[in-house]
């Protein structure tokens, strides 16, 4: 987990460690929790001027692959008369991403992280430089593909979206708990894939989500068939107007982001030394 891998340190917030006293007692796992202190505060004012502009900010994860762009290209094409959309791409290299959404017509911002697996509040506020916010009504955050650290890492945007592709496995909520525990609204991606795919079962997929007590809608779809999109899009447009209410009377919206993910993890084995 971040705190204790230091994979939390990111090109973002790296010069915060240079701010940190430099006494005996510091130990890394301390100075790895500041910064996740430090990433909080940050994520806040994010959060802060998203709402200040109307803008609401939605964080998709899941592993590589299981279709984030796939599923925004067709997002984008089928809302971006509806409402102003821009995307923060986050990758650990390349401008792939970002130039895939631009073609469909919509700003992106292509974040690259060099080693860091996933964003954070810091990276995205270098981020949100780049867009014009007062053109945005529904910015999405495509975060680096990965079902552990994401889950952690409060960017300040308002929903998390996890996405499972029938071809990871219909188990993977419960290897990857954290990460789909996070989950504000979670989708089954890849529909059309289904027929070729006899042991991935949508239902214990779903029973899977449930067993980590979490009640979020999930819905399943295909960006390639088009198949199922009418009730996420559906979903994405009541989200926006809730949110422009909420604005509306000073109030705001945090995601379930997942801290103390490493509690839930099964704790390492104890390292047990032979007597010589
Ligand atoms: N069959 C099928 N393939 C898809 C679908 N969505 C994405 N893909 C493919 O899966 C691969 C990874 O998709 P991509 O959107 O780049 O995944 P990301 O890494 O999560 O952003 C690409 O080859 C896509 O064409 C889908 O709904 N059905
Ligand atoms: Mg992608």
């Known amino acids: 987990m971040c705190n204790t891998c230091g994979c939390n340190v990111t090109a973002g917030n790296r010069h915060l460690l240079f701010q940190q006293p430099q006494k005996k007692t510091v130990t890394a796992i301390s100075v790895l929790s500041n910064l996740l202190k430090h990433n909080d505060q940050q994520a806040q004012l994010n959060r802060a001027k998203l709402d200040a502009h109307g803008i609401l900010a939605i964080n998709l994860m899941s592993s590589p692959g299981s279709g984030k762009t796939a599923l925004l290209e067709a997002t984008i094409q089928r809302l971006k008369d509806k409402f102003r959309i821009a995307v923060i791409e986050g990758d650990l290299e390349t401008e792939n991403d970002a130039e895939r959404i631009r073609a469909q017509g919509v700003p992106a911002y292509q974040i690259t992280t060099g080693t860091a697996c996933h964003l954070d509040a810091h990276l995205t506020q270098h981020a949100l430089e780049h867009l014009n916010l007062s053109e945005i009504d529904l910015l999405f955050i495509e975060n680096v593909g990965n079902l552990v650290c994401p889950a952690s890492f409060d960017l ?3 929903r998390n979206v996890t996405l499972l592709s029938v071809t990871e496995g219909d188990d993977k909520p419960a290897k990857y708990p954290v990460m789909f525990r996070a989950a504000d609204l979670m989708l089954i991606t890849k529909t059309d894939l289904l027929p070729y795919l006899d042991d991935f079962s949508p239902a214990k997929a779903e ?12 819905f399943a779809l295909s960006s390639r068939s088009g198949e199922g999109l009418a009730t996420w899009l559906q979903w994405l447009e009541n989200e926006v107007s809730q949110h422009k209410l909420r604005v509306q009377q000073n109030q705001t919206l945090q995601p ?8 839930s993890h099964r704790q390492p084995p104890e390292i047990r030394f032979r007597p010589v």
Do not use: M, W, Y
Request: proline share 4%; aromatic share 0%; glycine share 8%.
């Open 156 to 158: 300040g945007h308002h």
């Open 207 to 218: 029973r899977c989500q449930r067993a980590l007590a979490s009640d979020v809608p999930i």
């Open 256 to 263: 379930r982001v997942q801290q103390d993910g490493h509690k």
